[in-house]
C-alpha cells in the first residue's frame, strides 16, 4: 500500500471520542491541499468539498468518524490510583493489565491483581470496569495531580505494525475509513462530492448527524472498520464479515435499514469489476449512517466497512488489500450515486 505511512500517522494519533484534535491536524495536512473548501463545524467536524469534473445530479456526501474508545478519569484516590469510565464500547475483558497513556503523554498500566493473589471463580469473571484503576507510579494523590486532572481522556497506546499483507495498529475503527476518504479525495473525481470527517461516533453518532443537517446531502456512504469474527472459537455462520473478502456492505443494524438499491448495487459493481467484497452477515451494532439517514428529510444511506479482527481493543487487525478495495469500490459507487445513476 503506497501510502501507509498515511494510515500509520492516523492510528497512532490519539482522538478519544470528544477530544478529536490530534487526528483533525493530521487529516487536515493531507487533505487541506486537496480540497476547494474546509470547514470546521462547532463539534469539531471537518466538511470538505471538492469539485468534480461534474455537477452531481445527486449531492453526495462521503462520512468516516476520526475518533476512538477510550477513557476518562473520573476521581483519584488518595494512594495516587486513577478511576476512570470507558468512553465508547471497551468490554472489561482486555483491560487489566493493559498499557495506556493520560493526555497523550503519561503512561499507566490498568491495575490487574497478580494471579497469584487470585481465588475462586477470580480466575474465571473479568474485573468489572467500577473496580479498577490506572496506576500511573505516584505514590499519593498530590503526586499524581501534578501530571493528571479529573476529566483527562485515556487511551490504549499507540500501536503500528504491517506484515503479510495485514495492518495491525490501535483504531483502525475508524481510520481506516478515514484513510479510505483521504485516498478519495486524491484521485480526479467525476462529480462534486462532500467528505465528512465526524467527531463523537462512538458515544452516539453525534457529530455525524449535525454535519448531515449542514451539508443537507441526498445520499450518503459511511466508510467503517467493522468487526470479523473469522478467528479462532467462532463458528462461520457468525463471523459477520473476512479478512481478505473485501469491503463488508450492510443491509440492516441496529440504527440503520440500508437504502436496498445501494446495497445491492455495491455488490454488483464489486462482481462486475473483479473487486472483493462482502455482505456484513450481522445486524449488530451502528454507526454514523444511523444519524446522518434520518437528518432533515431523510438521507438515503450505505455503509462500507474495512472488516477488523479485535476492534475496540488495544490492537485490531485489517487487510492491506481489503482497504485498497474499499477504496476501489467506493470510488466507483460513488460515481453512481453522486450521478443519479442508482436510485
Do not use: W
Request: proline share 4%; charged share 25%; with cysteine.
Amino acid at each position: 500500500m503506497k501510502d501507509l505511512a498515511i494510515l500509520e500517522k492516523l492510528c497512532t494519533a490519539i482522538g478519544v471520542s470528544g477530544e478529536e484534535d490530534a487526528v483533525r491536524a493530521v487529516i487536515l495536512q493531507e487533505i487541506e491541499p486537496l480540497a476547494d473548501s474546509v470547514e470546521i463545524t462547532p463539534l469539531g467536524n471537518i466538511i470538505a468539498f471538492k469539485k468534480g469534473k461534474n455537477r452531481a445530479a445527486k449531492k453526495l456526501m462521503l462520512c468516516a468518524h476520526m475518533d476512538e474508545v477510550g477513557f476518562v478519569i473520573t476521581n483519584i484516590t488518595e494512594e495516587g490510583f486513577l478511576k476512570f469510565k470507558t468512553v465508547g464500547g471497551v468490554r472489561p475483558e482486555v483491560l487489566s493489565g493493559r498499557a495506556v497513556l493520560v493526555n497523550g503523554k503519561t503512561p499507566g498500566v490498568i491495575c490487574a491483581k497478580p494471579v497469584h493473589l487470585m481465588k475462586g471463580d477470580e480466575f474465571e469473571k473479568p474485573v468489572p470496569v467500577e473496580e479498577l484503576s490506572i496506576d500511573i507510579g505516584a505514590s499519593s494523590r498530590e503526586e499524581a495531580e501534578t501530571a493528571v486532572q479529573i476529566g483527562d481522556n485515556a487511551s490504549f497506546v499507540p500501536f503500528f505494525e504491517s506484515s503479510r499483507g495485514t495492518v495491525k495498529a490501535k483504531s483502525l475503527d475508524d481510520r481506516a475509513g478515514c484513510f479510505v476518504l483521504i485516498e478519495l479525495m486524491k484521485t480526479e473525481l467525476e462529480f462534486d462530492t462532500y467528505f465528512v470527517f465526524s467527531v463523537q461516533e462512538e458515544i452516539g453518532l453525534r457529530g455525524a448527524g449535525t454535519a448531515a443537517y449542514i451539508v443537507e446531502p441526498d445520499a450518503a456512504i459511511v466508510l467503517e472498520g467493522t468487526t470479523a469474527g473469522d478467528i479462532a472459537g467462532v463458528e462461520p455462520v457468525d463471523t459477520v464479515c473476512k479478512l481478505g473478502g473485501g469491503a463488508a456492505v450492510s443491509f440492516i443494524d441496529r440504527r440503520t435499514i440500508f437504502t436496498k438499491a445501494f446495497f445491492k448495487r455495491a455488490l454488483e459493481l464489486g462482481r462486475e469489476n473483479n473487486i472483493p467484497c462482502q455482505p456484513k452477515t450481522a445486524s449488530a451494532g451502528g454507526n454514523d449512517a444511523g444519524s446522518i439517514h434520518v437528518t432533515k428529510s431523510g438521507v438515503k444511506t450505505v455503509t462500507l466497512a474495512v472488516p477488523c479482527r479485535y476492534i475496540h481493543g488495544p490492537v485490531a487487525i485489517a487487510s492491506e488489500a481489503d482497504i485498497e478495495n474499499t477504496v476501489k469500490l467506493t470510488a466507483l459507487l460513488m460515481a453512481e450515486i453522486a450521478g443519479g445513476r442508482t436510485v
